[in-house]
């Protein structure tokens, strides 16, 4: 478990042993304190100050500002906020040369910061107040469950002008200890008062708000936080050795009490054990090796006289011879006029001497261990209770020495009544190597040589040795074994035997032995026992060699194998002859699979059975010679789709895979020289057979021939069609037997087969009618050619006046007429024109003629003929101013209709003229003509007006 030299010197092979440091903080919460305690210090009357000590892990959240709670039972309660910072020092636990790595310096290695915050403050009296800090939350731990937060609490009693400091833990770290390795820790607790420390484990808290106590997963509690772990209640010294890696929470409280067994205050520790894979364990702890002026009653333990000098070694060593340990302790400051003196390094002892003082025992001392591992250090604390007495009552008597023999494979021997004499009793014994040992010694494994028993106490004390010398005892060696093969030569048992078995022993067993060997031929196996005879004390001594004789192998004997390229797997084993033994292995050309030959992945040869021999037999083999004759190939079946008008195909050149040529071929149709020829054969399957040479079957594959129709599009055809036809079918157009569901393409889009004249251009259309593969597409053409409708125009109506000019009769037509056509109707048509003077009224037609297959078109001029309206000739009247009302109309010539309107001067009643009422001037008699179209009031605006006959008078 110990480093190599190529350990101890290479940094980054010890921090393979690292990795594992890593893991307790995977899941830790943002704040990762590892560990809290507060601590107090009376300065003045009811003056104290408080100190809150804060490890955290660097690899976790910065520092925050924190607070401190007070509370008594007297009824006063406050919060301190902003505590101030004192210290801030890293206490990472790593050597010298790695600090510069760990987190806190921004490395990967565990880094951790001590922060020291004091306050000073007048407390008033009282006999019970806690002062206490807590914060969310810890880090995932193996002890406890979640991750609640945490809470510590000192108190303290003031009552009656009391005036102490609280213990003070001296230990500044959070420890890093080996999987499965003891570990010894103290916190290092000073009392400047001098007063007694009882030290105890209790529950991890946390506030919420009240202080409560977290939830220990099953199988730890607050008293066993770690299985096995122990706490001296009045060393603080605990041990322990830890199974698992992981994170440990512990609690110790430190309870103070007077020289009057007056409780003063407690306070507490809470913190975490870091149990990790370690390359390099700590040193290991030897304990008091020598003593002068007292005596060692344990391994942590001395007595010493009051007022008598002593000195005594305290032993460590570390079993890589490589390693250097450094002790140190504060001894020298704890006890006035000690010494503590280091010599060595591995190992190292530290001598302690003093003057015992009677007023301070018991007392403990302290030393620090550190076997220099780097990047972690290994650190433990040894602790050592010394004791010191007075001069007993009776002189103590430890009896008489004594020497006595013995030898491995003896009793254990109780050393205390190996002493002549009377002997006292409760006494304590040392080994051979100076160290405490049990009064018992074991030849198995204790050490001969001198056992001191020593009596009494430190100021005065007997001792007597007993020593222990081992016998030549017999030796028949160890157990051993012989596994023979049943065909094997005799082999020597007493070689078998481990140890140094000594020669002239005798062997029993199932068969009588001659010459001490063992003869398969001739005897049984099983156990036999070698016997040596001993001189008392000793007693006989005997061994055993046990026999296992295992059967010689069977591989049976050579055989061989003819078969096919692509025949079946065959079993090769079953091709041996003899009585070959099953579970043997092949080898040969090929990896053998299932102990069977396979022509589709092996090659032929000597394939080799060999059966492994149960050591010491040796194994056995046989062969199978494989011949494999290449199987007959037609290749891998085919597809030929062809048409019905398609040239002679290959047959052969269809079939997949590498097809040996010669074969023959046979189907629905005769085939002649390996083609299939559309026009003489029918379509089907068609067998290609190729005879295979013994063993080897004759192999075939088929070309499955399918045939297609080809297609027919039909004969190009003409189309000559109208502008203005009904969309006429273009297929109808092509000659011969065209297919349907063809394509058409052409200047314009086809649509449902026709020539739509309205929406399409005339030009070729080709007709495509897509081949079934592989017969080609087929294709047609209609060649259309567009005459273009004749227009006659739209039909019109012409109004006419009797007495208008003649007006022209295409000019009444909508659209846009051709010219060049031809009229008719009531009266000739001369010039186009319709003339009233000569022309009857009535329907006149246009047509047109058209080309065919274009038909003639027609439009009509329907003329209606009004009269010419008459308002007569103008006429004058003179009249007096008295005269009688007179009709205007009667002063009109020429034959005037009646029923026209008169205007004026002035407004003319019942078409008189009455010169009391109306002013003189010109009388004007409109007749309203019949209205003329729309078209002739153009014409009247452009100039060309009717008779819309007007007189004046």
Avoid at 620 to 641: D, Q, R, Y
Avoid at 831 to 848: E, K, L, Q
Wanted: hydrophobic fraction near 35%; aromatic fraction near 8%.
């Amino acid at each position: 478990m110990h480093q190599n030299l190529s350990d101890r010197v290479s940094v980054k092979r010890l921090f393979a042993g690292l990795v594992m440091l890593s893991l307790p903080w995977a899941n830790a919460r943002a704040d990762h304190f590892s560990g809290a305690n507060i601590t107090y210090e009376c300065v003045g009357v009811n003056q104290y100050r408080i100190t809150l000590d804060l490890y955290l892990d660097c690899a976790g959240s910065p520092l925050t500002p924190q607070s401190l709670n007070f509370v008594n039972n007297c009824g006063v309660t406050f919060t301190l906020n902003n505590l101030p910072l004192v210290l801030n020092e890293e206490v990472s636990q790593l050597c010298g040369s790695q600090l510069a790595n760990s987190t806190c310096n921004g490395g990967t290695l565990p880094g951790i910061r001590h922060y020291q915050f004091q306050t000073t403050l007048i407390l008033s009296p009282c006999n019970s107040w806690t002062i206490s800090w807590n914060i969310c939350c810890r880090n995932t731990t193996q002890n406890v469950q979640l991750t609640p937060g945490m809470y510590v609490a000192a108190t303290l009693n003031n009552l009656g002008g009391l005036c102490d400091q609280s213990p003070q833990f001296g230990d500044e770290v959070i420890p890093y200890v080996c999987v499965n390795e003891p570990v010894a820790y103290n916190p290092q607790v000073t009392d400047a008062d001098g007063n007694t420390l009882v030290y105890s484990f209790i529950s991890a808290r946390y506030a919420a708000p009240a202080p409560t106590n977290v939830t220990y997963v099953p199988g730890f509690t607050a008293a066993v936080p770690i299985p096995g772990i122990t706490l001296n209640t009045t060393t603080g010294q605990i041990n322990f050795t830890p199974t698992v890696t992981g994170n440990y929470i512990v609690v110790i409280e430190v309870a103070s009490y007077n020289a009057m067994g007056q409780l003063i205050g407690t306070v507490m520790r809470d913190f975490m054990f870091v149990v990790i894979n370690c390359v390099d364990p700590p040193a290991d702890n030897l304990g008091p090796t020598s003593i002068t002026s007292g005596f060692i009653t344990s391994a942590t333990s001395i007595q010493v006289c009051d007022g008598v000098p002593f000195c005594v070694d305290l032993s460590f060593a570390d079993v890589d011879p490589l390693a250097v340990v450094t002790l140190s302790s504060q001894i020298a400051a704890q006890l006035p006029g000690s010494t503590f003196t280091v010599n060595g390094s591995n190992p190292a002892v530290g001598t302690l001497c003093w003057t015992p003082d009677i007023s301070l025992s018991p007392v403990t001392a302290l030393v620090n261990v550190n076997d220099n591992a780097c990047p972690l250090q290994n650190l433990s604390n040894y602790s050592l209770t010394i004791s010191v007495v007075s001069l007993p009552p009776v002189p103590p008597d430890a009896g008489t020495s004594a020497t006595i023999s013995s030898c491995a494979g003896t009793p254990p021997v109780i050393l205390f009544g190996q002493l002549g004499g009377t002997p006292d009793p409760g006494g304590v014994w040392t080994g051979p190597n100076g160290a405490a040992h049990p009064g018992t010694f074991n030849p198995a494994s204790d050490a001969y040589g001198v056992y001191t028993y020593t009596v009494g106490n430190g100021c005065q004390n007997a001792s007597a040795t007993v020593t222990v010398n081992q016998s030549a005892g017999a030796n028949a060696g160890t157990n051993g074994t012989l596994t023979i093969c049943s065909n094997g030569a005799a082999a020597s048992l007493i070689a078998q035997l481990g140890g140094s078995p000594q020669a002239g022993g005798a062997w029993s067993g199932p068969s009588p032995v001659v010459g001490g060997s063992y003869n398969p031929a001739t005897m049984n196996p099983g156990v036999y026992t070698y016997t040596v005879t001993a001189v008392p004390p000793c007693v006989n001594a005997s061994a055993t060699v046990t026999v296992t004789e295992n059967p010689a192998t069977n591989a049976g004997t050579n055989g061989n194998l003819a078969t096919c390229g692509n025949g079946a797997s065959v079993s090769l084993f079953a091709q041996l002859g003899g009585g070959p033994q099953a579970g043997g292995a092949w080898s040969g050309p090929s990896p053998v699979v299932g102990g069977n030959y396979n022509p589709a992945t092996m090659n032929p040869g000597v394939y080799t059975y060999t059966v492994t021999g149960v050591a010491p037999c040796a194994n056995a083999s046989a062969t199978v010679t494989v011949t494999e004759n290449t199987a007959a190939n037609a290749g891998t079946n085919g597809n030929l789709a062809t048409c019905s008008n398609g040239a002679a195909a290959s047959l052969f050149a269809q079939l997949g895979g590498a097809p040996q040529a010669g074969g023959a071929w046979s189907g629905p149709s005769p085939v002649v020289g390996g083609n299939y020829d559309p026009a003489t054969m029918n379509p089907g399957v068609y067998t290609y057979t190729v005879p295979g040479v013994a063993p080897c079957a004759n192999a075939s594959a088929t070309v499955t021939v399918t045939e297609n129709a080809a297609t027919n599009a039909g004969i190009n055809g003409n189309l000559t069609i109208c502008s203005n036809s009904a969309a006429a079918s273009l297929f109808a157009q092509l000659g011969g037997a065209p297919q349907a569901a063809g394509a058409w393409s052409g200047p314009s889009p086809v649509v449902g087969g026709n020539y739509n004249p309205a929406t399409m251009n005339p030009g070729v259309y080709t007709y495509t009618v897509t081949g079934v593969a592989p017969c080609a597409n087929a294709s047609a053409t209609v060649t259309v050619t567009e005459n273009a409708a004749t227009n006659a125009g739209i039909n019109g109506n012409l109004t006419i006046c009797s007495n208008s000019a003649a007006a022209s009769l295409v000019a009444q037509l909508g659209g846009a007429p051709q010219a060049g056509g031809a009229w008719s109707g009531p009266s000739p048509v001369v010039g186009g024109t319709y003339d009233p003077a000569t022309m009857n009224p009535g329907v006149y037609t246009y047509t047109v003629t058209g080309v065919a297959p274009c038909v003639n078109a027609s439009a009509t001029v329907t003329v209606a003929e009004n009269p010419a309206t008459n308002a007569g000739a103008n006429g004058n009247v003179a009249l007096c101013s008295d005269d009688a009302s007179t009709s205007l109309f009667a002063q009109l010539g020429g034959a005037p209709q009646a029923g026209g309107a008169w205007s004026g001067p002035s407004p003319v009643i019942g078409g008189n003229y009455d010169p009391a009422t109306m002013n003189p001037g010109v009388y004007t008699y409109t007749v309203t003509g019949i209205a003329l179209r729309q078209r002739e009031r153009d014409r009247d605006r452009d100039g060309e007006r009717g008779n819309q006959c007007r007189h004046q008078w």
